[in-house]
DNA sequence: GTAGGGTTAG
């Protein structure tokens, strides 16, 4: 206990301190006490280490060097440890003035550390402000708590006042500020603190120089953490690691793993925070047999329990479409965190279960927890991706009773949603009531007039977004040059794809791809090929897929041949493109070469994708496939297909037989096309519904000719409006028409 | 007292 005294503290007499009292609670003392009248002229000092055997209170006068004076330090030290709540920092501080500690800047380092980590961060700044000569701790201290606090910019200010007050940064001070560049983040200012790290010569700290790996991957720069990582001479996990998940959250899964598997060749042992990015870049690639053995190399280094990495696995099992498992890993925590119900709320809607991605979000807000804005845009997407309207409008109308009703991203999400759910309307209020609309608002709305062929609305708009000086990006082209496409507008999208470079914006893939499908359906098939070879780069497989298509509406074997051949070499493993290819042999009627085509298919292992149609009544979604009997209330679907059958026939509608189904007879293939799963879906909505009421249907493939002529029809004899989502785009079926125009 | 991670993605 005999150590010096380096601050003085002035307490009360003795007998109020009984080192119980004092071993038990410090801070709850302290208002106890009555601050020195001027006549105490003894320290008595205690330390309240429960550690210590109780220990007499040390009496000593001030001026009396051999007495046994106790390090105030330490006696502040454990003040701080029990630090709990503001109110003790104010205790703390006036303690502190009425001491005259202030100018201890070990102390005044503690208090701010300590009322930083309680979330003071501007009672810290108080003080801090009161320090005339802060030294490197104290300037460390309070830069690390606006850096905890996310307070970016204000931590970089406190490091430039630093350097002006002529306090050089240490190792500690530069992880901070790198933090706070890469959080932002704010390249050029961690640019020029990397200067100054050189300059200093911080080059083989790694703490220092993980931060520089870390700065240049978050900003996208792997070549230069790449260099940086590939200067250390001593490698941390944390180097790895900063390495490794800059690879994944760039986008390069596979130089992720490949940086995993040379860590583990270096013999680094892997922590929880490198498996989790580990499991990131393996769900990026899907790679669920590697998530697998991950989960089994967390198990075997007891870090399984480890909340932040259960996370991540549930994400990855989520991800790769393993939602039992993830739930089952969910149900597992008792308090889950928002981010853990994004998990699986996402993982559900990625996955097509919308109503389960709804159920537990529902859930989520009957148990309190607070959902974000992802958790919002995840459900969104979950009632997008299966075109439930009425969960949509659900979803509306709880965003429209949160704190993210003027969200731009929800927003955007909800525009597009509705969009997809066909219903273009809300889409447009949704738009009209947003304060404010960055370019993607501005795009997502665009694209949703092309995806229902409303071409002139989506370059009205185009212009007026001109107007209100929101630049256009080339997420905003596809937009535009797709609804030009679905409209069949040529000369405007021959025109808006040639004045993309006045906007400073090189064609993508994208782009070149929607003119080729432009040129071909409107039967310029000769322009689109020569339009493909004069790309400056390689034409991709949906180029030449869109070739390929457009040789199918107009028959054109011999480029559709052609085309074909750059697709299989391109994508040799998607059914659709040999289905495309078979069916364009068929309606020229070369069999022979048809059946090339299906052994082609049988020899690389490849099924047609099944069709099958989607309808929700109720809020409930129905899933029909072609002739399904499966329904409950199959008998009464099929008794009203027949009716439906013969008022078709009444009306003259002949199907055309020649181009499709070519290996049954024509009877069945009659017979198959009335229980296309359009068609079911169809009669169930009219046997489920108040006459009147709008269908709204949903396909995986695209519509096939038949059944969009008897939709037409249909939808006149029913008097019905019937939206059809496909593969591709809507169509709204009404009196007898297509909004679609016969073009898609 | 230092640094690295997981949920969205038009």
């Known amino acids: 206990m005999a150590c010096r005294i380096s601050h003085r503290l002035l307490l009360p007499s003795s007998h109020l301190l009984s080192s119980t009292i004092l071993q038990s609670r410090p801070l709850d003392l302290i208002p106890a006490f009555e601050f020195p009248a001027p006549t105490f002229k003894f320290l008595i000092i205690h330390s309240p280490f429960s550690s210590y055997s109780p220990s007499p209170l040390f009496d000593f006068h001030e001026e009396d060097d051999d007495a046994n004076p106790v390090d105030l330090d330490i006696f502040y030290t454990s003040l701080f440890d029990d630090c709990s709540h503001q109110k003790h920092l104010t205790q703390i501080h006036s303690h502190l003035i009425k001491s005259g500690s202030l100018e201890s800047n070990y102390l005044v380092t503690k208090f701010v550390h300590t009322s930083s980590n309680l979330g003071e961060i501007h009672y810290a700044r108080q003080l801090f402000d009161e320090i005339p000569y802060p030294n490197v701790f104290l300037w460390n201290a309070i830069i690390r708590g606006y850096s905890r ?57 790694v703490f220092v120089q993980n931060g520089l790996i870390a700065l240049y991957a978050k900003c996208g720069l792997l070549g230069c953490a790449r260099l940086v990582f590939d200067g250390l001479c001593e490698r941390t996990v944390v180097s790895w690691t900063s390495m490794l998940s800059g690879y994944a959250q760039n986008g390069h899964p596979l130089e992720a793993l490949k940086i995993f598997s040379e860590m583990r060749a270096a013999d680094v042992k892997a922590d929880f925070v490198a498996l989790v990015s580990v499991l990131k870049a393996y769900s990026d690639v899907e790679g669920l047999e590697q998530g697998k053995s991950v989960h089994c190399c967390a198990i075997k280094s007891g870090l399984e329990l480890e909340p932040d990495l259960l996370i991540a696995l549930t994400a990855m099992y989520a991800k790769c479409g ?13 308090l889950p965190r928002v981010i853990l119900w994004n998990a699986m709320i996402s993982g559900y809607a990625k996955n097509g279960y919308a109503n389960e991605a709804v159920e537990l979000f529902r859930k989520m807000v009957s148990t309190n927890a607070r959902p974000d804005s992802i958790t919002l845009r995840s459900v969104i ?21 949160s704190e993210y009703r003027d969200d731009v991203f929800v927003n955007t999400a909800l525009i597009d949603m509705y969009a997809k759910c066909g219903s273009i309307r809300h889409s447009r209020i949704v738009f009209d009531r947003m304060p404010s609309k960055d370019v993607v608002v501005w795009s997502a709305m665009i694209s949703s007039y092309g995806l229902h062929g409303h071409g002139h609305e989506a370059i009205d708009l185009f212009h007026k977004m001109k107007l209100a000086r929101v630049e256009p990006n080339d997420v905003t082209f596809v937009g535009l040059l797709s609804a030009c496409n679905h409209s069949g507008l040529v000369d405007e999208g021959w025109k808006y794809f040639h004045c993309m470079r006045d906007y400073g914006i090189e064609p993508r893939h994208q782009h070149y791809a929607c003119v080729v499908d432009l040129l071909g359906r409107a039967g310029y098939l000769d322009e689109a090929y020569d339009f493909v070879m004069s790309m400056p780069m390689k034409p991709e497989v949906t180029v030449w897929g869109a070739l390929l ?26 059914a659709g493109h040999y289905v495309q290819l078979s069916n364009l042999y068929a309606s020229a009627g070369l069999w022979n070469d048809v059946s090339k085509v299906r052994v082609l298919m049988k020899e690389r292992g490849l099924v047609k994708a099944l069709g099958y149609s989607l309808i929700e009544i109720n809020g409930k979604l129905q899933a029909f496939r072609v002739g399904d009997k499966s329904h409950p209330r199959s008998k009464e679907i099929f008794v009203m297909l027949e009716e439906l059958e013969k008022k078709l026939k009444e009306a003259g509608f002949v199907p055309n ?7 049954l007879n024509t009877e069945e ?54 939206v059809v989502r496909d593969a591709n785009r809507f169509h709204h079926f009404k009196d007898g028409l297509c909004s679609c125009g016969d073009y898609w």
């Open 149 to 205: 606090h996310e307070l970016y910019d204000g931590a970089l200010k406190l490091y430039y006042g630093m350097q002006q007050e002529g306090v050089s940064p240490d190792g500690f001070t530069l992880p901070y500020v790198l933090k706070a560049c890469s959080s932002l983040p704010a390249l050029n200012t961690g640019r020029e603190v990397h200067a100054q790290i050189f300059r200093h010569g911080f080059e083989s700290d």
């Open 322 to 334: 393993q939602v039992q498992v993830a739930k089952s890993l969910f149900d597992h925590m008792s």
């Open 381 to 401: 997407l979950a009632c997008a991706q299966v075109g439930v309207l009425e969960l949509g409008i659900w979803m509306d109308d709880y965003v429209s009773g």
């Open 549 to 574: 298509s457009a040789c199918k509406i107009y028959g054109n074997v011999r480029l559709g041949r052609y085309a074909a051949e750059q697709v299989f070499a391109l994508d040799p493993l998607n």
């Open 657 to 663: 037989t020649d181009s499709v189904l070519h290996d």
């Open 669 to 722: 293939k009659e017979e198959s096309l009335c229980n296309h799963s359009e068609r079911l879906a169809i009669a169930f909505g009219l046997i489920s519904t108040p006459p009147g009421t709008t269908l709204r249907i949903t396909k995986n493939l695209r519509a096939c000719v038949n059944c969009h002529s008897a939709t037409k029809l249909l939808s006149k004899m029913v008097e019905r409006e019937i």
